[in-house]
Antibody
């Protein structure tokens, strides 16, 4: 069971970034995928989740309006797109899989993280 | 939103000693509390879920306790590989599944 994320990216302020998270070793549609980010030297910040079965999403208030989470069940991949990037969006972005199919659990499996740097 | 507060921010411990980390929730989360370990440059690793259940492969020296609003993670005899950052997370009332700000366990 693993989640493999896309590689590091550098973007200019105002641009958008799309990070992918490919799942393997389990049935992709059985478990929610969450996105968590970590700015340099900072803690973990939950950004939102997607239900791969239905495509339903829920976003953190801080991310509302700028983040879009989608999935492609044909290739077992979840995506997180963040628009109107600012310098304080510079962070490592992680996808993480729920522990329980009900969605009411901890984050059992983590992707390796994707470093997104926002710089002019 | 439930706020998670961890203490202390930094814990200095000698190898072989016992370490106890604390996590407090702003309202009751029952036992829906997890602990994660993160080493520099690595991804967080689930250690404890449901307040006291060790995740697969986690050594027995790690133990979690508590319920409601007060929780603790104890490392009975610190090994060199245990130094790093530790985060608690509640998943009782979500979204969001909030994390604490972390406790750094460093070599004394």
């Amino acid at each position: 069971v693993q989640l493999v994320q896309s590689g590091a990216d550098v973007k200019k302020p105002g641009a958008s970034v799309k990070v992918s998270c490919r799942a393997s070793g389990y049935t992709f549609t059985d478990y929610f995928i969450h996105w968590v980010r970590q700015a340099p030297g900072q803690g973990l910040e939950w950004m939102g989740w997607i239900n791969p079965e239905t495509g339903g999403t829920n976003y953190a208030q801080k991310s509302q309006g700028r983040v879009t989470m989608t999935r492609d069940t044909s290739i077992n991949t979840a995506y997180m797109e963040l628009s109107r990037l600012r310098s304080d969006d510079t962070a490592v972005y992680h996808c993480a899989r729920e522990q329980k199919r009900s969605g009411n659990g901890a984050f059992e499996i983590w992707g390796q993280g994707t470093m997104v740097t926002v710089s002019s | 939103e439930i706020v998670m507060t961890q203490s202390p921010a930094t814990l200095s411990v000698s190898p072989g000693e016992r370490a106890t980390l604390s996590c407090r929730a702003s309202q009751s989360v029952s036992i829906t509390l997890a602990w994660y370990q993160q080493k520099p440059g690595q991804t967080p690793r689930l250690l404890i879920y449901d307040a006291s259940t060790r995740a697969t492969g986690v050594p027995a020296r790690f133990s979690g306790s508590g319920s409601g609003t007060e929780f603790s993670l104890t490392i009975s005899s610190l090994q060199s590989e245990d130094f790093g950052l530790y985060y608690c997370q509640q998943y009782s009332s979500w979204p969001p599944k909030t994390f604490g700000q972390g406790t750094k366990v460093e070599v004394k």
